[in-house]
């Protein structure tokens, strides 16, 4: 997987060395290459071994995660993060985790650093990534209001 940081220049190399020590100690970091901490509450959702990105998996009980029962939960500490005034300031942050869904992992960028991904705009801020071809978002709207999406589902 860190075979593609060594093709790259020393530059780079040492950035990923400094993202991914540091990460690593204060976040659990996975480099995944297209970091949402800024959108988790300070709390990797890669940590979780299922890997989910978007809440918990629905296995969880009372805190406790299903694969690792003596675990506590990953997305019990991202809510509890979320209603800390002294996170973001406000208690607003649990509005911007649930009403944002955050983007699949892009394998291809596994190892690489989500720094660097972000200068090179193959990642936004927010980790989501650069499609090459991005769906105007009036053209997505008009898709979605209008049945045709899911005219060919056929649930018999």
Same mark, same amino acid.
């Given at each position: 997987?860190?075979? &593609?940081?060594?093709?790259? $220049? &020393?530059?780079?190399?040492?950035?990923?060395?400094?993202?991914?020590?540091?990460? @690593?100690?204060?976040?659990?970091?996975?480099?995944?290459?297209?970091?949402?901490? &800024?959108?988790?509450?300070?709390?990797? =959702?890669?940590?979780? =071994?299922?890997?989910? &990105?978007?809440?918990?998996?629905? *296995?969880?009980?009372?805190?406790?995660?299903?694969?690792?029962? +003596?675990?506590?939960?990953?997305?019990?500490?991202?809510?509890?993060?979320? #209603?800390?005034?002294?996170?973001? $300031?406000?208690?607003?942050? @649990? #509005? @911007?985790?649930?009403?944002?869904?955050?983007?699949?992992?892009?394998?291809?960028?596994?190892?690489?650093?989500?720094?660097?991904?972000?200068?090179? @705009?193959?990642? #936004?801020?927010? *980790?989501?990534?650069?499609?090459?071809?991005?769906?105007?978002?009036?053209?997505?709207?008009?898709?979605?209001?209008? +049945?045709?999406?899911?005219?060919?589902? #056929?649930?018999?």
């Amino acid at each position: 997987m860190y075979n &593609r940081v060594w093709t790259k $220049g &020393r530059l780079y190399r040492l950035l990923f060395a400094i993202e991914e020590w540091s990460k @690593k100690r204060v976040f659990g970091c996975h480099s995944c290459g297209q970091c949402v901490l &800024r959108s988790t509450s300070m709390v990797c =959702p890669q940590t979780c =071994p299922k890997q989910m &990105r978007n809440g918990p998996c629905g *296995g969880s009980m009372f805190g406790k995660c299903e694969v690792f029962p +003596d675990k506590e939960c990953i997305w019990t500490k991202i809510n509890e993060r979320a #209603d800390n005034p002294a996170v973001d $300031g406000t208690l607003g942050m @649990k #509005d @911007k985790l649930f009403n944002k869904i955050q983007p699949a992992v892009d394998w291809s960028l596994v190892g690489t650093s989500a720094v660097a991904n972000i200068f090179s @705009k193959k990642i #936004d801020p927010n *980790g989501a990534i650069q499609s090459p071809h991005p769906v105007p978002k009036k053209v997505l709207n008009d898709l979605i209001a209008s +049945d045709r999406i899911v005219e060919h589902f #056929d649930p018999s």
